[in-house]
Structures are given as C-alpha cells and as structure tokens.
C-alpha cells in the first residue's frame, strides 16, 4: 500500500483514485465526528458528503500534505456548524433515535448516550474542543493550529467543557470518590 502522502500527492496532481483511497482511510473517523455534530444519520451524511466535495474542490489549497487528516477534519466541522446554522435548529436526540441506536452506532451504551445528551447542551466551543481532544485524539497544539487559536485558549476551553459536562452528568452519575471511606 502507499504511504498517505505520496496518495496525497497523487490526488494533489488529479489522481480520483489516490483521493478514493485517502477518504477511504479517513471515513469512519470523519462518519462519526459528523454523527456526533449531527445527531441523526441523514445529516451525518450529509455533513459527510459536503465534506468530500469540499476536499476535492480544494485540495490543491492543502499547504502541508502531512496535516490533511487534520484539515479534512477542519472541513467537517465548518460543514457541520454551516449546515446547523441554515437549518436553524438544535437536534435534540428523540425516543425514536434512542430506540433505533444498534451496535454499529457510535454510541451503543446508556453511558454514551447520556454523554451525547450533556454534550448537546454545551457551547458549541466546548464541544469542538472535546471531540477533537478525547474523540479524535488530537493534541492541544493540532487542536490550536487546526482552529486557529492559542493553545491557552483550547486547554482553557477543554477544562471549562469538562467542568459543564461533570456538572451535566452530575445528577445522573454518581463519583465513587465522594462515596469511598479513604
């Protein structure tokens, strides 16, 4: 198999096959980021496939081959908030999606779904942040450059957004360290 940046470089110059297999590589990861912003699998893919086409029409744009995993995800998140902004609404997580959650869900446990019902309620600031910290497993120096602020603000950004979700989960969690006699 090629290595990621030579198909990079490849799908760069018009290789659709070299683009193929690089979506190919990134696809669940950039699914289920989508799935998280979107809640509901229509606009998932939806979200998905704006993605796409807007990587294809910009690849060329793509400054550091070694950062495309990082600037599809970029993509993803502009596409995600652009969609939510034109349809004006926040999509809360009814009965019907709750029912129909299987095993090939990205959220397949009663803990998972009471995280993504509390990450509904927090500032969209937060919530990139997270994701991209404890879901795509960035690190706080990509996570900085990918949104274009300073690491100061994405840590202080992480910190706050897990304040607001302990205080979310608080009332359906209980810590055991509060209940243990050490």
């Known amino acids: 198999m090629e ?3 030579n198909l990079i470089s490849k799908a760069k110059k018009g290789d659709i096959n070299a683009f193929q297999t690089l979506i190919h590589i990134e696809k669940e990861k950039l699914y289920k980021m ?5 809640r509901n699998e ?12 807007k990587a294809f029409a910009s690849l060329s744009k793509l400054k550091n081959d070694e950062y495309f995993s990082t600037w599809m995800t970029r993509i993803l998140i502009n596409s995600a908030v652009d969609i939510l902004r034109k349809k004006k609404r926040v ?3 009814n009965q019907e999606v709750l029912e129909n959650t299987s095993d090939t869900s990205p959220f397949n446990s009663d803990v998972q779904i009471d995280l993504l019902k509390a990450m509904e309620e927090i500032e969209e600031k937060y919530k990139t942040v997270l994701l991209l910290r404890y879901y ?10 990918m949104l274009k ?3 100061g603000t994405v840590k202080t950004n992480i910190r706050r ?5 302990k205080e979310k989960m608080k009332g359906v969690y209980s810590d055991d360290r509060q209940n243990s006699i050490v």
Do not use: N, W
């Open 91 to 93: 999509v809360p997580i």
């Open 34 to 38: 989508a799935y998280v912003y979107m």
């Open 161 to 165: 957004g897990l304040d607001k979700l």
């Open 42 to 53: 229509d606009d998932a893919l939806e979200v998905f496939q704006e993605t796409i086409y």
């Open 149 to 151: 602020c300073p690491e």
């Open 3 to 5: 290595t990621k940046l």
């Open 136 to 145: 795509q497993d960035y690190s706080v120096k990509q996570i900085a450059s």
